[in-house]
């Protein structure tokens, strides 16, 4: 992906650190404070009860009662299945929105904005809004549900264990397919045309084209979108804490609305136990990544 | 070393925050309170703050008016950073904070002025931490023009028998009304009102406290049974659709402005909204409240028993440098005159002693049908999630409170999760 | 030809539609008052209720909400600027031989789930007295954005070509003059794409900022809102005023630039 770039860096011979130093220091000064140490904190805390007034060690105690906690490996199976089908969803169809916007589609611009829209307002805000779209009485899926004489499929979808889930990813996507469509259609219009044109003088189909020339030149920006939705979802945390708190019975429930609630809304308050389960999710999460970009590099050697 | 880099820093950056401009007042007490959204009370408090004013003004109280999950936030945050008000609003439920030293011994307070079973709600390790300005009951409210349009007689025992009350529901239905108002959208217990006030009629208060504290199991046959009845009742279509994400405010409409229900379960302290101006999201001028008893249950060990509950209280905190101004404010409170003024005001009981003898008007009727269901009551003291704490609490409240009445969950395996995370 | 791309336009439009329809059924709301809502909730606002903005803004703390977003943001966005544009120039140009580590190590911060720092962030903001201050969300907000900002500006700075930085050198510029007039001038589109970046998520943050501010003075826009909408209970039509006011300078933002930060963009992902 990279160009070699060392070879372009300035490659001067002398190390001067006095620069170096000064360069960096204000970012890795930041970096230390903000962000290391506290890493270090929480995986130090995960080995202790952290009351207000009081800290005590108990080894792993906390990682033992972890393993049996059924609401944590609900929340882990919540948001592992999230950060799974989101990542497909959005880039499938921004994929197909820019195909079709690539042919040049009068008032580009104007569709481009409006789809950017809904990445532009907070979870917060697109929770509310969702939560009356999804609203029982008066919402507009139950309204056009009635209107179409299916009113028998009306549901409080947020408040039913077997729809609660779909229905907040669904609001994901609608969220983040407008944003990876407008990164999918930078990548095409910066494809070198002849390419494309060379596929149409062939008579190439259209299946056939985007198969064989267009996805493979846009490859690296799918899976750059694939990583960078699939790291948003296991973050996941102001939507659901707006709009379901995790519930009902926790089929909403994510990792990280789970150490909120631990952490401090919980009747204990046990710093400890929170971190233990954030310690824990970083592995996953580093695990997860790593297994990621692993089996995208496999693929890469694969069809090369 | 890591450490050592961040503290240094810090400690750079700290020479550079601006502090904010020094209280120039002699004696600011803040207080952080619930009830941003429930006038009468705000009213009520808020006078008394004006009297506390003029007769000590070397003190100032300054209020922030929250909602309640806002400032249970706020202060699980604020309390552990050392940050936290004088004064703030809590229910006797918080005992994580007695048990982390949080609040301040208030012994000094005029207790004679305070009922016996409210001092007893706020003791901890005998010594008590709560000021309960607020106590109340579950009542199940009712629409009494819709009740006679029905055709369904209230007996003047005012409790319905099980079948009479699966029959009223099926009724209701029947008519294209929604039996109950009620929605868990934002609070984590009126759904739980339903079975709690039935397994309470069916178990007595001794094996009823049992259950709540792990010592009988939720697969009892009996509370199998109630929990079996309560699902006839839902399943019969008790409650809205909406009931998942119907918010507290919203049931309150809901019951008796629209679409309205035949019936509410709620707190006595229904009247701190729904006696608001009806553009405040009050009950209409003309409404005809009623109150009967909650039904009976099928083989009830104790029919008349039933839950009273410590509600809103004001705490100090341990922490404050001016305990002597915060117990001062407190017993300003403290007197049969201000409970009777809060009976009146805000139409809710109180842990205040008072006489609702002394009151006049919609007050006075109010509180006769209250006395009038309460009559020869056997009390349970505090609603389950008041007694239950860490995991039990959290499942309970996701089941009975949530997915149970719903009907997403079956009775067995609701039963079968209860006993699970009592263990 | 045609008939294939009047198809195309028809399921672009029904998209545009499910895209906008939100924002613009909540923007028609705000100008309606709660009892017009209830009537009809979808009908077009008539009269426009204009007034419901000013009220928004003076009776709900909008005001401070606004101003606390304001400060941390445009704070945090500047010094992220600063240090990200500072730690980038350097490790796009300076070979060393902790380079790569120390890049690597910040730019893995990218998956770090908040989780595993936002618990003793709350310690440790206590302990050093910045807990529940807009100075210390302001640092965090630094912390948390510094990673992406690095890598899309080394990104940039690494492609400036070696030569440049030789001539500016013969030429006399000090090592932090090249950094200013060189490097920076040139980079300025990756500059301005981290900046409205970096705008528009801090703007929306929450998590941190729910366990980091407590008190209602500090709040910022996206807790201004949350509480706001406690207090407002059903008050739909005012919570759709409140929304909006929290999204219009966003979407302002967005319009000015929007080409510049497609630009920027796209280019970090792309490649």
Redesign the interface.
């Known amino acids: 992906m990279r160009e070699a770039m060392p070879a372009k860096r300035h490659g001067g011979l002398r190390q001067p650190w006095g620069t170096i130093t000064a360069f960096l220091l204000p970012a890795l000064t930041v970096y230390a404070a903000f962000t290391a140490y506290p890493a270090f904190r929480t995986l130090w805390n995960s080995f202790h009860k952290v009351l207000p007034r009081r800290e005590e060690f108990i080894g792993l105690a906390n990682y033992t009662e972890l393993l049996q906690d059924e609401i944590f490996w609900r929340a882990v199976r919540n948001t592992i299945t999230w950060a799974c089908i989101s990542p497909l969803v959005e880039v499938t169809v921004a994929l197909l929105l820019a195909l079709a916007l690539y042919a040049r589609i009068p008032g580009a611009r104007f569709f481009r904005i409006a789809w950017f829209t809904p990445v532009l307002m907070s979870y917060i805000v697109v929770g509310i809004l969702w939560v009356w779209i999804y609203n029982y009485d008066w919402g507009p899926i139950n309204v056009a549900l009635r209107a179409l004489g299916l009113g028998g499929l009306a549901r409080a979808w947020l408040g039913d264990p077997d729809t609660a889930l779909p229905a907040l990813i669904f609001i994901t996507s609608w969220m983040w397919v407008g944003f990876n469509m407008v990164v999918l259609l930078a990548a095409l219009h910066s494809l070198p045309k002849e390419v494309i044109e060379a596929a149409e003088l062939d008579n190439c189909g259209w299946g056939a084209k985007l198969v064989f020339v267009v996805l493979p030149l846009v490859r690296a920006t799918l899976l750059n979108l694939v990583v960078l939705s699939f790291i948003g979802k296991m973050k996941i945390f102001d939507l659901v804490w707006i709009t379901t708190k995790g519930g009902p019975l926790w089929a909403t429930e994510t990792v990280s609305t789970y150490v909120y609630k631990r952490a401090f809304e919980w009747t204990t308050f046990d710093l400890g136990y929170p971190s233990t389960i954030a310690t824990l999710w970083f592995v996953i999460v580093l695990g997860a990544v790593l297994a990621l970009t692993r089996a995208f590099r496999l693929r890469e050697k694969l069809e090369y | 070393m890591l450490a050592f880099l961040a503290r240094l820093t810090l400690a750079v950056v700290g020479l550079s925050v601006l502090t904010g401009p020094t209280h120039a007042q002699q004696k600011e007490l803040t207080l952080w309170t619930h009830w941003a959204a429930e006038q009468i009370k705000r009213d009520y408090v808020e006078a008394a703050i004006r009297e506390f004013e003029t007769k000590n003004p070397a003190i100032k109280i300054k209020p922030t008016w929250y909602e309640k999950t806002a400032l249970y936030a706020a202060l699980k945050t604020a309390l552990r950073a050392g940050q936290a008000p004088d004064l703030f609003y809590a229910e006797p439920d918080q005992v994580e904070y007695m048990e982390n030293g949080f609040l301040l011994d208030l012994s000094d307070l005029n207790w004679a002025a305070i009922e016996p079973w409210a001092k007893q709600a706020w003791t901890y390790k005998g010594k008590p931490y709560g000021f309960p300005l607020e106590a109340w009951t579950v009542e199940l409210y009712y629409n009494r023009k819709m009740m006679e349009e029905l055709g369904v007689a209230v007996p003047a025992a005012l409790q319905l028998t099980p079948d009479a009350f699966l029959d009223l529901v099926k009724k209701a239905k029947a008519k294209g009304w929604t039996p109950m108002a009620l929605g868990v959208g934002d609070r984590p217990f009126p759904g739980a009102h339903l079975t709690h006030e039935a397994l309470l009629k069916k178990l007595g208060t001794e094996d009823y406290d049992k259950l709540l504290k792990g010592k009988l199991a939720w697969t009892d046959p009996r509370v199998v049974d109630t929990l079996k009845y309560v699902r006839s009742l839902t399943a019969a279509g008790l409650l809205p659709a909406t009931f998942t994400s119907l918010k507290l405010g919203e049931a309150h409409t809901y019951f008796h402005t629209n679409p309205r229900a035949l019936m509410f379960l709620n707190g006595s302290w229904y009247t701190s909204r729904a006696f608001n101006a009806p553009d405040k999201g009050g009950q209409p001028v003309d409404f005809a409240l009623g109150i009967m008893k909650f039904p009976n249950v099928p083989g009830a060990a104790c029919a008349d028993c039933r839950t009273i509950a410590v509600g809103g209280s004001y705490v100090g905190n341990a922490d404050t440098k001016h305990k002597k101004e915060v117990i001062a404010f407190l017993n300003s409170f403290a007197t049969v005159e201000k409970g009777n003024e809060w009976l009146a005001k805000v139409q809710v009981q109180s842990g205040i002693k008072s006489d609702p003898a002394k009151l006049t008007g919609k007050a006075a009727d109010y509180f006769k049908m209250i006395a009038a269901t309460n009559a020869g009551a056997t009390y349970y003291f505090g609603i389950p999630i008041q007694v239950m704490q860490g995991k039990p609490k959290e499942v309970f409240t996701q089941i009975i409170n949530n997915a149970f009445p719903a009907g997403s969950i079956g009775v067995e395996d609701a039963a079968k999760q209860l006993q699970a995370a009592a263990n | 030809m045609a008939v294939r ?1 009047a198809l ?2 028809i ?2 439009s029904l ?2 539609a ?3 329809g ?2 613009v ?2 923007a028609m709301m705000s100008l309606r008052t709660t009892t017009e809502i ?1 009537a009809d ?2 009908a077009l606002p008539d009269p426009l209720h204009w007034e419901k903005f000013p009220q928004a803004w003076f009776t709900s703390n909008y005001q401070i909400y606004f101003t606390n977003s304001l400060q941390v943001v445009l704070a945090a966005v500047a010094i992220l600027t ?3 544009a ?2 980038a ?2 490790f ?6 902790l380079n790569r580590i ?1 890049y690597f190590v ?1 730019f893995s ?16 903001l ?1 302990q ?6 807009l ?1 210390g969300l302001t ?2 907000y ?3 954005q ?1 990673p992406l900002t ?1 890598y899309i500006l080394e ?1 940039f700075f ?2 400036i ?2 030569d440049l ?2 001539a500016a050198r013969i030429d006399g510029y000090s ?2 003059e090249i ?1 200013w007039r060189v490097s920076l001038p040139i980079a300025l589109p990756a500059v301005a794409t981290t900046v409205i970046l970096n705008f ?1 998520l801090l ?5 941190y900022a ?2 980091l501010i ?3 003075e500090k709040r910022t826009l ?1 807790l201004g ?3 706001f ?3 407002q ?2 008050d ?1 039509g005012m ?1 759709a005023t409140g ?1 909006m006011i ?2 219009i300078p ?2 302002a933002v ?2 000015f630039f ?1 080409e510049k930060l ?2 920027g ?2 280019a970090g ?3």
Request: proline content about 5%; some cysteine; glycine content about 2%.
């Open positions: 791309h195309v336009l399921v672009l998209y545009t499910f895209a906008a939100p924002f059924w909540a209830t909730h979808f600063v240090v990200g500072m730690a120039h350097c796009a140009r300076y070979r060393f031989r120390f910040i911060t990218i998956i770090f789930p908040p989780q595993i720092t936002i618990i003793s962030l709350f310690q440790i206590v050093y007295g910045l807990y529940n201050s100075v640092f965090v630094v912390a948390i510094l690095i990104s690494a492609r070509p070696a930085f030789d090592d932090w950094f528009i703007w929306n943050e929450f998590l729910v366990v407590t008190e209602e996206p809102i949350q509480r909408m406690g207090d209970l059903e739909v919570i929304l929290a999204v966003v979407i967005y319009a929007s497609i630009q963009m796209t992902a792309v490649k």
